[in-house]
């Protein structure tokens, strides 16, 4: 069955919704390395979170790279390594 049209704002709503629960998921999969990420799926928290700090430049935005980090990891990047990285 094909999908159904969509209004662009309704897209965008269900697009957002995907992916917030995309980094709630990785947020709580903390015992998934980013390294068996990209290689089962070609990116990892780290290419998540370069792609938003991009689409946030694109659009005028200036994020940091260590915030844009933290806004996937849901805390510093470097206390996600001393936590979880193996």
């Known amino acids: 069955m ?5 209004d662009p704002a309704t897209q965008i709503e269900l697009e957002a919704a995907a992916f917030r629960r995309l980094v709630a998921h990785l947020r709580e999969r903390s015992d998934v390395q980013n390294i068996d990420l990209m290689t089962l799926a070609g990116f ?12 946030a430049a694109d659009r005028g935005i200036e994020i940091t790279d260590p915030d844009a980090r933290e806004f996937v990891y849901g805390m510093p990047y470097k206390e996600w390594q001393a936590l979880f990285q193996r």
């Open 44 to 55: 990892c928290r780290n290419c998540l979170s370069r792609w938003y700090r991009e689409a």
């Open 2 to 6: 094909p999908a159904p049209h969509l």
